[in-house]
Protein backbone atom coordinates (compact mmCIF):
# COMPACT_ATOMS: atom_id res chain seq x y z
CA UNK A 1 0.00 0.00 0.00
CA UNK A 2 1.45 3.33 -0.71
CA UNK A 3 1.84 6.14 1.69
CA UNK A 4 3.42 8.57 -0.01
CA UNK A 5 3.65 11.87 2.04
CA UNK A 6 5.62 14.66 0.96
CA UNK A 7 6.01 17.78 3.62
CA UNK A 8 6.37 21.52 2.43
CA UNK A 9 7.89 20.61 -0.87
CA UNK A 10 11.53 22.03 -0.96
CA UNK A 11 12.49 23.55 -4.36
CA UNK A 12 16.50 23.61 -4.72
CA UNK A 13 17.63 27.41 -4.74
CA UNK A 14 20.61 28.83 -5.52
CA UNK A 15 23.26 27.85 -2.57
CA UNK A 16 20.92 26.57 -0.27
CA UNK A 17 21.47 22.60 -0.57
CA UNK A 18 25.36 23.08 0.11
CA UNK A 19 25.29 22.82 3.66
CA UNK A 20 24.24 20.30 6.64
CA UNK A 21 21.45 18.80 4.42
CA UNK A 22 19.79 16.30 6.32
CA UNK A 23 17.17 13.73 4.25
CA UNK A 24 14.77 12.15 6.25
CA UNK A 25 12.42 9.47 5.35
CA UNK A 26 10.79 7.67 8.02
CA UNK A 27 8.98 4.76 6.52
CA UNK A 28 6.75 2.20 7.89
CA UNK A 29 7.68 -0.52 5.72
CA UNK A 30 6.40 -2.98 3.71
CA UNK A 31 2.42 -2.80 4.75
CA UNK A 32 1.68 0.48 6.11
CA UNK A 33 -0.82 -0.59 8.14
CA UNK A 34 -0.52 1.32 11.16
CA UNK A 35 3.05 0.22 12.04
CA UNK A 36 3.78 3.76 12.66
CA UNK A 37 0.49 4.38 14.58
CA UNK A 38 0.29 4.59 18.19
CA UNK A 39 -2.56 3.33 19.29
CA UNK A 40 -2.90 1.26 22.13
CA UNK A 41 -5.57 -0.96 21.19
CA UNK A 42 -5.52 -4.98 21.31
CA UNK A 43 -5.71 -4.89 17.43
CA UNK A 44 -3.12 -2.10 17.13
CA UNK A 45 -0.81 -3.65 19.59
CA UNK A 46 -0.09 -6.69 17.43
CA UNK A 47 1.10 -4.80 14.83
CA UNK A 48 3.64 -2.90 16.75
CA UNK A 49 6.99 -2.76 15.68
CA UNK A 50 9.38 -5.28 16.75
CA UNK A 51 12.15 -3.90 15.94
CA UNK A 52 13.41 -0.20 15.16
CA UNK A 53 15.86 0.69 12.44
CA UNK A 54 17.98 3.56 12.15
CA UNK A 55 19.85 3.88 9.13
CA UNK A 56 22.18 6.91 8.36
CA UNK A 57 23.75 7.91 5.12
CA UNK A 58 26.86 9.62 5.62
CA UNK A 59 27.03 12.69 3.20
CA UNK A 60 23.61 11.98 1.52
CA UNK A 61 22.66 15.09 0.07
CA UNK A 62 19.03 15.90 -0.33
CA UNK A 63 19.03 16.29 -4.05
CA UNK A 64 20.43 12.76 -4.53
CA UNK A 65 16.89 11.72 -4.77
CA UNK A 66 15.93 14.91 -7.49
CA UNK A 67 18.76 13.65 -9.66
CA UNK A 68 18.72 10.10 -9.41
CA UNK A 69 15.62 9.25 -7.58
CA UNK A 70 13.84 7.75 -11.12
CA UNK A 71 17.04 5.56 -11.21
CA UNK A 72 16.61 3.88 -8.17
CA UNK A 73 14.95 0.51 -7.94
CA UNK A 74 15.81 -0.74 -4.41
CA UNK A 75 15.66 0.75 -1.17
CA UNK A 76 15.43 3.82 -1.55
CA UNK A 77 12.52 3.37 -4.25
CA UNK A 78 10.69 1.38 -1.44
CA UNK A 79 11.14 4.38 1.28
CA UNK A 80 10.42 6.69 -1.49
CA UNK A 81 7.20 5.15 -2.32
CA UNK A 82 6.32 3.64 1.10
CA UNK A 83 7.43 6.41 3.45
CA UNK A 84 7.49 9.72 4.78
CA UNK A 85 9.78 11.91 2.98
CA UNK A 86 10.74 15.46 4.91
CA UNK A 87 12.26 17.49 2.22
CA UNK A 88 12.52 20.56 4.23
CA UNK A 89 15.03 18.61 7.11
CA UNK A 90 18.33 19.91 8.03
CA UNK A 91 21.02 19.19 10.85
CA UNK A 92 20.38 22.77 12.78
CA UNK A 93 24.11 22.86 13.90
CA UNK A 94 27.07 24.55 11.88
CA UNK A 95 29.52 22.00 12.54
CA UNK A 96 27.86 19.22 10.34
CA UNK A 97 30.49 16.94 10.58
CA UNK A 98 29.75 12.66 11.42
CA UNK A 99 30.15 12.52 14.82
CA UNK A 100 28.05 15.33 15.48
CA UNK A 101 25.51 14.40 13.02
CA UNK A 102 25.06 11.39 14.62
CA UNK A 103 24.66 11.89 18.03
CA UNK A 104 22.64 14.56 17.39
CA UNK A 105 20.03 12.07 15.51
CA UNK A 106 20.75 9.74 18.18
CA UNK A 107 19.61 11.81 21.06
CA UNK A 108 17.34 14.53 19.52
CA UNK A 109 19.14 17.44 20.73
CA UNK A 110 21.83 20.45 20.10
CA UNK A 111 25.36 19.52 20.50
CA UNK A 112 25.55 21.87 22.84
CA UNK A 113 23.56 19.60 24.87
CA UNK A 114 24.64 16.38 24.00
CA UNK A 115 28.40 17.39 23.75
CA UNK A 116 29.82 16.02 20.40
CA UNK A 117 30.47 19.69 19.05
CA UNK A 118 33.18 18.50 16.26
CA UNK A 119 34.74 15.46 15.13
CA UNK A 120 37.57 16.86 17.11
CA UNK A 121 38.12 19.69 19.61
CA UNK A 122 40.23 21.11 22.64
CA UNK A 123 40.03 20.88 25.46
CA UNK A 124 41.58 22.83 28.56
CA UNK A 125 42.39 20.77 31.46
CA UNK A 126 44.82 20.90 34.36
CA UNK A 127 47.45 19.79 31.99
CA UNK A 128 46.70 22.57 29.86
CA UNK A 129 45.13 22.47 26.06
CA UNK A 130 44.41 18.33 25.26
CA UNK A 131 42.92 17.53 21.67
CA UNK A 132 40.16 15.37 22.06
CA UNK A 133 38.66 13.03 19.37
CA UNK A 134 34.65 12.27 19.74
CA UNK A 135 34.63 8.57 20.96
CA UNK A 136 38.31 7.97 21.55
CA UNK A 137 38.62 6.63 25.40
CA UNK A 138 42.07 5.34 26.57
CA UNK A 139 40.51 3.50 29.94
CA UNK A 140 39.17 1.14 27.00
CA UNK A 141 40.47 -0.99 24.49
CA UNK A 142 39.79 -2.15 20.70
CA UNK A 143 38.83 -5.82 21.55
CA UNK A 144 41.72 -8.31 20.00
CA UNK A 145 43.67 -5.12 18.94
CA UNK A 146 44.92 -4.00 22.32
CA UNK A 147 47.41 -1.29 20.32
CA UNK A 148 44.35 0.43 18.79
CA UNK A 149 43.01 3.60 20.88
CA UNK A 150 40.27 2.52 22.45
CA UNK A 151 36.83 3.76 22.10
CA UNK A 152 33.28 4.40 23.76
CA UNK A 153 30.83 7.30 24.16
CA UNK A 154 31.55 8.80 27.05
CA UNK A 155 31.96 12.08 25.64
CA UNK A 156 28.33 11.96 24.87
CA UNK A 157 26.40 14.35 27.63
CA UNK A 158 22.73 13.19 26.93
CA UNK A 159 20.97 9.51 26.80
CA UNK A 160 19.88 8.52 23.14
CA UNK A 161 17.21 6.48 21.88
CA UNK A 162 19.05 3.27 22.12
CA UNK A 163 18.74 4.19 25.78
CA UNK A 164 15.56 5.04 25.92
CA UNK A 165 14.08 1.85 24.24
CA UNK A 166 16.16 -0.49 26.88
CA UNK A 167 15.20 1.66 30.07
CA UNK A 168 11.45 1.27 28.38
CA UNK A 169 11.79 -2.65 28.21
CA UNK A 170 15.18 -4.34 29.52
CA UNK A 171 14.86 -7.40 27.38
CA UNK A 172 15.05 -4.95 24.19
CA UNK A 173 18.41 -5.41 22.36
CA UNK A 174 20.67 -2.72 21.05
CA UNK A 175 22.59 -3.21 17.91
CA UNK A 176 25.09 -1.25 15.91
CA UNK A 177 27.18 -1.32 12.81
CA UNK A 178 28.95 1.22 10.52
CA UNK A 179 32.66 1.73 8.90
CA UNK A 180 33.40 4.45 11.08
CA UNK A 181 33.17 4.13 15.02
CA UNK A 182 31.95 7.36 15.74
CA UNK A 183 28.79 5.93 13.30
CA UNK A 184 28.61 2.87 15.85
CA UNK A 185 28.92 4.28 18.87
CA UNK A 186 27.16 7.28 18.83
CA UNK A 187 23.80 6.27 17.74
CA UNK A 188 23.75 3.16 20.35
CA UNK A 189 23.90 6.20 23.14
CA UNK A 190 25.52 4.59 26.51
CA UNK A 191 23.68 1.28 25.65
CA UNK A 192 26.38 -1.67 26.33
CA UNK A 193 24.74 -3.52 23.11
CA UNK A 194 26.32 -5.22 20.31
CA UNK A 195 28.34 -2.63 18.09
CA UNK A 196 30.49 -3.10 15.66
CA UNK A 197 32.79 -1.24 13.42
CA UNK A 198 35.19 -1.87 10.62
CA UNK A 199 38.57 -1.54 11.28
CA UNK A 200 41.21 -1.85 8.26
CA UNK A 201 44.04 -2.60 10.30
CA UNK A 202 42.08 -5.37 12.09
CA UNK A 203 40.60 -6.60 8.69
CA UNK A 204 37.67 -7.27 10.54
CA UNK A 205 34.43 -5.50 12.40
CA UNK A 206 35.67 -4.77 16.06
CA UNK A 207 34.40 -3.61 19.16
CA UNK A 208 36.06 -1.94 22.56
CA UNK A 209 35.83 -3.63 25.91
CA UNK A 210 33.30 -0.79 26.99
CA UNK A 211 31.22 -3.17 25.02
CA UNK A 212 32.47 -6.62 25.58
CA UNK A 213 35.82 -8.42 26.59
CA UNK A 214 35.61 -10.85 23.35
CA UNK A 215 33.97 -11.53 20.21
CA UNK A 216 30.45 -13.64 20.11
CA UNK A 217 30.81 -16.66 18.27
CA UNK A 218 28.95 -15.45 15.31
CA UNK A 219 31.08 -12.48 14.61
CA UNK A 220 34.15 -14.03 14.49
CA UNK A 221 32.43 -16.81 12.13
CA UNK A 222 31.84 -13.79 10.01
CA UNK A 223 35.17 -12.69 9.80
CA UNK A 224 36.22 -16.17 8.75
CA UNK A 225 33.16 -17.27 6.76
CA UNK A 226 31.62 -13.87 5.36
CA UNK A 227 34.24 -11.12 5.14
CA UNK A 228 36.35 -13.36 2.67
CA UNK A 229 34.04 -13.04 0.09
CA UNK A 230 34.72 -9.49 -0.47
CA UNK A 231 38.34 -9.84 -0.46
CA UNK A 232 37.48 -11.18 -3.78
CA UNK A 233 36.38 -7.98 -5.15
CA UNK A 234 39.70 -6.61 -5.57
CA UNK A 235 37.84 -4.43 -8.52
CA UNK A 236 35.47 -1.91 -8.43
CA UNK A 237 34.21 -1.45 -11.67
CA UNK A 238 31.10 0.84 -12.71
CA UNK A 239 27.27 -0.60 -12.38
CA UNK A 240 25.88 2.57 -13.92
CA UNK A 241 23.67 1.65 -17.44
CA UNK A 242 25.18 3.40 -20.46
CA UNK A 243 21.67 5.68 -20.80
CA UNK A 244 22.61 7.09 -17.34
CA UNK A 245 26.09 7.90 -17.56
CA UNK A 246 25.67 11.52 -18.42
CA UNK A 247 24.10 11.94 -15.34
CA UNK A 248 26.51 12.33 -13.35
CA UNK A 249 30.14 14.67 -14.41
CA UNK A 250 32.67 13.17 -16.79
CA UNK A 251 34.71 10.12 -15.27
CA UNK A 252 38.14 11.51 -15.54
CA UNK A 253 38.75 14.92 -13.94
CA UNK A 254 41.87 16.20 -12.85
CA UNK A 255 40.61 16.98 -9.45
CA UNK A 256 39.27 13.94 -8.42
CA UNK A 257 41.15 10.96 -5.82
CA UNK A 258 44.87 11.29 -6.71
CA UNK A 259 44.50 12.63 -9.55
CA UNK A 260 45.95 10.06 -11.23
CA UNK A 261 42.99 6.86 -10.65
CA UNK A 262 40.27 8.86 -11.35
CA UNK A 263 38.12 6.75 -13.86
CA UNK A 264 36.64 3.24 -14.05
CA UNK A 265 37.37 0.42 -13.06
CA UNK A 266 39.07 1.26 -9.91
CA UNK A 267 41.17 -1.78 -8.84
CA UNK A 268 43.55 -3.02 -5.84
CA UNK A 269 46.65 -3.82 -7.86
CA UNK A 270 46.97 -0.25 -9.55
CA UNK A 271 45.78 2.13 -6.22
CA UNK A 272 46.40 -0.33 -3.67
CA UNK A 273 49.28 -0.62 -1.08
CA UNK A 274 50.48 -4.60 -1.06
CA UNK A 275 49.64 -5.89 2.24
CA UNK A 276 46.99 -3.52 3.05
CA UNK A 277 44.05 -4.40 0.85
CA UNK A 278 41.36 -3.76 3.64
CA UNK A 279 42.95 0.24 3.70
CA UNK A 280 41.85 0.00 -0.23
CA UNK A 281 38.22 -1.81 0.60
CA UNK A 282 37.87 0.89 2.79
CA UNK A 283 37.27 3.38 0.00
CA UNK A 284 35.52 1.52 -1.80
CA UNK A 285 31.46 0.49 -2.09
CA UNK A 286 31.92 -2.38 -1.41
CA UNK A 287 32.25 -1.98 2.40
CA UNK A 288 28.71 -0.59 2.69
CA UNK A 289 27.55 -3.67 1.13
CA UNK A 290 30.06 -5.74 3.96
CA UNK A 291 28.50 -3.10 7.19
CA UNK A 292 24.72 -4.51 5.84
CA UNK A 293 26.44 -8.27 5.66
CA UNK A 294 27.33 -7.87 9.15
CA UNK A 295 23.78 -6.37 9.77
CA UNK A 296 21.81 -9.37 8.68
CA UNK A 297 24.23 -11.46 10.81
CA UNK A 298 23.49 -9.95 14.06
CA UNK A 299 19.18 -9.40 13.13
CA UNK A 300 19.86 -13.39 12.02
CA UNK A 301 22.41 -14.09 15.03
CA UNK A 302 20.58 -12.20 17.72
CA UNK A 303 16.99 -12.85 16.79
CA UNK A 304 16.66 -8.87 16.58
CA UNK A 305 12.86 -8.25 16.10
CA UNK A 306 11.62 -11.59 17.19
CA UNK A 307 9.54 -11.11 20.00
CA UNK A 308 7.65 -8.24 21.50
CA UNK A 309 10.29 -6.94 23.52
CA UNK A 310 10.86 -3.97 20.83
CA UNK A 311 15.02 -3.78 19.72
CA UNK A 312 16.89 -0.95 18.22
CA UNK A 313 19.20 -1.50 15.42
CA UNK A 314 21.21 1.31 13.53
CA UNK A 315 23.31 0.67 10.58
CA UNK A 316 25.31 4.19 9.28
CA UNK A 317 26.32 3.23 5.67
CA UNK A 318 30.00 5.58 5.47
CA UNK A 319 30.43 4.93 1.64
CA UNK A 320 28.70 7.68 0.22
CA UNK A 321 31.06 9.90 2.31
CA UNK A 322 34.17 8.42 1.51
CA UNK A 323 33.15 8.24 -2.25
CA UNK A 324 32.83 12.05 -1.90
CA UNK A 325 34.92 13.32 -0.58
CA UNK A 326 37.49 11.37 -2.56
CA UNK A 327 35.69 12.17 -6.08
CA UNK A 328 33.01 14.70 -5.52
CA UNK A 329 29.27 14.16 -5.09
CA UNK A 330 28.49 14.45 -8.66
CA UNK A 331 31.25 12.39 -9.60
CA UNK A 332 30.29 8.70 -11.75
CA UNK A 333 31.70 6.55 -8.96
CA UNK A 334 29.47 8.41 -6.92
CA UNK A 335 26.53 8.07 -8.83
CA UNK A 336 27.13 4.09 -9.36
CA UNK A 337 28.01 4.10 -4.95
CA UNK A 338 24.61 5.41 -4.54
CA UNK A 339 23.18 2.72 -7.08
CA UNK A 340 24.67 -0.08 -5.73
CA UNK A 341 23.74 1.55 -1.99
CA UNK A 342 19.67 1.78 -3.46
CA UNK A 343 19.85 -2.27 -4.47
CA UNK A 344 21.95 -3.41 -0.79
CA UNK A 345 19.31 -1.67 0.95
CA UNK A 346 16.95 -3.22 -1.23
CA UNK A 347 17.98 -6.36 -0.63
CA UNK A 348 18.02 -6.18 3.38
CA UNK A 349 14.74 -4.65 3.77
CA UNK A 350 13.92 -7.48 1.58
CA UNK A 351 15.68 -9.77 4.28
CA UNK A 352 13.69 -7.82 7.17
CA UNK A 353 10.42 -8.79 5.73
CA UNK A 354 11.52 -12.60 5.85
CA UNK A 355 13.48 -12.59 9.07
CA UNK A 356 10.98 -10.35 10.97
CA UNK A 357 8.15 -9.82 9.25
CA UNK A 358 6.53 -7.21 6.44
CA UNK A 359 4.83 -4.56 8.71
CA UNK A 360 6.53 -5.50 11.88
CA UNK A 361 9.63 -3.76 11.22
CA UNK A 362 9.84 0.41 11.17
CA UNK A 363 13.35 2.25 9.69
CA UNK A 364 14.22 6.10 9.67
CA UNK A 365 16.57 7.29 7.13
CA UNK A 366 18.84 10.45 7.11
CA UNK A 367 21.92 11.75 6.57
CA UNK A 368 24.30 12.84 9.04
CA UNK A 369 25.25 16.32 7.06
CA UNK A 370 25.35 17.57 3.27
CA UNK A 371 28.55 18.21 0.75
CA UNK A 372 29.82 20.94 -0.91
CA UNK A 373 30.05 20.03 -4.94
CA UNK A 374 33.38 20.77 -6.30
CA UNK A 375 33.34 24.21 -7.88
CA UNK A 376 34.12 22.76 -11.53
CA UNK A 377 30.99 20.85 -11.13
CA UNK A 378 28.42 23.29 -10.25
CA UNK A 379 24.86 21.89 -9.06
CA UNK A 380 22.25 23.03 -11.46
CA UNK A 381 20.84 26.10 -9.70
CA UNK A 382 23.97 26.09 -7.35
CA UNK A 383 26.54 28.74 -7.16
CA UNK A 384 29.86 26.99 -6.58
CA UNK A 385 32.13 29.55 -6.02
CA UNK A 386 35.64 29.04 -6.75
CA UNK A 387 38.64 26.97 -5.24
CA UNK A 388 40.50 29.24 -3.41
CA UNK A 389 44.20 29.94 -4.57
CA UNK A 390 47.57 28.72 -2.60
CA UNK A 391 47.42 32.28 -1.16
CA UNK A 392 44.67 31.93 0.28
CA UNK A 393 45.21 29.36 1.83
CA UNK A 394 48.41 29.93 3.18
CA UNK A 395 46.66 33.47 4.57
CA UNK A 396 43.52 31.58 6.26
CA UNK A 397 46.11 29.01 8.02
CA UNK A 398 47.71 31.37 9.45
CA UNK A 399 44.57 33.53 11.15
CA UNK A 400 43.53 30.24 11.68
CA UNK A 401 46.98 29.31 13.62
CA UNK A 402 46.76 32.34 15.55
CA UNK A 403 43.21 32.18 16.42
CA UNK A 404 43.56 28.89 17.85
CA UNK A 405 46.49 30.06 20.32
CA UNK A 406 44.34 32.88 21.46
CA UNK A 407 43.64 32.36 25.14
CA UNK A 408 39.98 34.59 25.69
CA UNK A 409 41.88 37.54 24.79
CA UNK A 410 39.58 39.81 23.70
CA UNK A 411 41.84 42.58 22.06
CA UNK A 412 43.63 40.20 20.01
CA UNK A 413 40.75 38.22 19.10
CA UNK A 414 39.18 41.64 17.58
CA UNK A 415 42.84 41.78 15.59
CA UNK A 416 42.00 38.34 14.64
CA UNK A 417 38.85 39.02 13.43
CA UNK A 418 39.74 42.63 11.92
CA UNK A 419 42.19 40.68 10.16
CA UNK A 420 39.67 38.33 8.80
CA UNK A 421 37.57 40.88 7.34
CA UNK A 422 39.73 42.61 5.43
CA UNK A 423 40.62 39.13 3.55
CA UNK A 424 38.62 39.30 -0.03
CA UNK A 425 36.85 35.83 0.89
CA UNK A 426 35.83 36.34 3.93
CA UNK A 427 32.18 37.89 4.06
CA UNK A 428 32.48 38.28 8.11
CA UNK A 429 34.02 37.28 11.54
CA UNK A 430 32.17 36.92 14.60
CA UNK A 431 33.62 37.19 18.39
CA UNK A 432 33.03 34.88 20.95
CA UNK A 433 30.97 37.69 22.79
CA UNK A 434 28.92 38.38 19.77
CA UNK A 435 27.89 34.58 19.46
CA UNK A 436 27.40 34.43 23.24
CA UNK A 437 25.10 37.85 23.60
CA UNK A 438 21.50 37.37 24.21
CA UNK A 439 20.19 39.08 21.09
CA UNK A 440 21.68 36.15 19.40
CA UNK A 441 18.81 34.31 20.08
CA UNK A 442 18.66 30.29 19.98
CA UNK A 443 21.63 28.66 20.17
CA UNK A 444 21.06 27.20 16.75
CA UNK A 445 24.75 27.85 15.24
CA UNK A 446 27.29 25.56 16.75
CA UNK A 447 29.44 28.24 17.28
CA UNK A 448 27.21 29.59 19.45
CA UNK A 449 27.23 26.14 20.62
CA UNK A 450 30.56 25.42 20.97
CA UNK A 451 30.68 29.19 23.10
CA UNK A 452 28.06 27.96 25.00
CA UNK A 453 29.81 24.73 26.24
CA UNK A 454 32.86 26.42 27.39
CA UNK A 455 29.90 28.32 29.89
CA UNK A 456 27.97 25.78 30.64
CA UNK A 457 27.96 22.00 29.62
CA UNK A 458 31.21 21.33 30.20
CA UNK A 459 31.24 22.89 33.75
CA UNK A 460 28.22 20.75 34.52
CA UNK A 461 29.67 17.77 32.99
CA UNK A 462 31.19 14.55 34.58
CA UNK A 463 34.38 16.36 33.59
CA UNK A 464 34.47 18.67 36.13
CA UNK A 465 35.96 22.05 36.07
CA UNK A 466 37.74 21.66 32.17
CA UNK A 467 36.54 24.29 29.45
CA UNK A 468 36.80 23.80 26.20
CA UNK A 469 39.02 26.03 24.16
CA UNK A 470 36.36 27.34 21.82
CA UNK A 471 37.35 29.34 18.44
CA UNK A 472 37.44 32.94 19.74
CA UNK A 473 36.40 34.33 16.45
CA UNK A 474 34.24 32.31 13.84
CA UNK A 475 35.19 32.50 9.87
CA UNK A 476 32.25 33.10 7.94
CA UNK A 477 32.64 32.55 4.32
CA UNK A 478 29.14 33.37 3.09
CA UNK A 479 29.69 35.13 0.02
CA UNK A 480 31.70 33.23 -2.18
CA UNK A 481 31.19 29.85 -0.73
CA UNK A 482 34.56 28.88 -2.36
CA UNK A 483 36.83 26.38 -0.83
CA UNK A 484 40.55 27.05 -0.40
CA UNK A 485 41.04 23.68 0.38
CA UNK A 486 42.17 20.56 -2.22
CA UNK A 487 39.98 18.31 -0.37
CA UNK A 488 36.43 17.59 -0.39
CA UNK A 489 36.97 16.63 3.10
CA UNK A 490 37.82 20.24 4.17
CA UNK A 491 34.93 21.63 2.30
CA UNK A 492 32.40 20.18 4.22
CA UNK A 493 33.85 21.03 7.27
CA UNK A 494 33.88 25.06 5.54
CA UNK A 495 30.52 24.28 4.45
CA UNK A 496 29.93 23.84 8.52
CA UNK A 497 31.02 27.34 8.95
CA UNK A 498 28.37 28.99 7.46
CA UNK A 499 25.43 28.66 9.64
CA UNK A 500 22.83 26.96 7.42
CA UNK A 501 19.48 28.74 6.50
CA UNK A 502 16.57 27.26 8.86
CA UNK A 503 14.27 25.00 6.84
CA UNK A 504 12.78 22.88 9.20
CA UNK A 505 9.84 20.63 9.35
CA UNK A 506 10.80 19.43 13.09
CA UNK A 507 13.20 20.62 15.61
CA UNK A 508 15.03 18.08 18.08
CA UNK A 509 13.59 18.28 20.98
CA UNK A 510 15.17 20.19 23.91
CA UNK A 511 15.72 17.71 26.74
CA UNK A 512 17.29 20.53 28.59
ZN1 LIG B 1 29.61 12.07 7.98
Given at each position: MADRRRTSRFRVRAAAVTRATLLAIAGACASATGVAGGTTS????????????MIVVDQFREPYLERYGDLFTGGFRRLLDQGRLYTRATHDHAITETAVGHATLATGVYPMRHGIVA??????????????????????KIVGSPTLTGVSPHYLMRTGLADWIVAANPRSQVASVSAKDRAAVQPAAHAKGQVYWFEPRAGRFVTSTY??????????????????????????????????LGRASADTVPWEADGVHTSFPHRFV??????????????TPMLDAATLAYARTMVSSLGLGRDDAPDFLNVSLSQTDRVGHTYG?????????????????????TFLDRTVGAGRWV???????????????????????????????????????????????????????????RLPFVADAYMHAQLMSPSNGAPTDSFAVLERRVLSSIASSKAGPVT?????????????????????????????????????????RSRA
Open positions: SSTTALRPRLVVNEWQERTPKGLVDVSNVDDSTVYRDRYPAWSDEFTARELPRFARDSVWASTIPAAADEGHPGEYWSWFSAPLSREQLDNLLRLDRELGEFFVGLSADHGSLVAPETPWPGERAGRRGTAEEKKMLTAIRDSAAKLENDPATAARIAAALRCAAPATAVRTGTIGTCPCSSWGRVSRRAAIRPARRRWTSRP
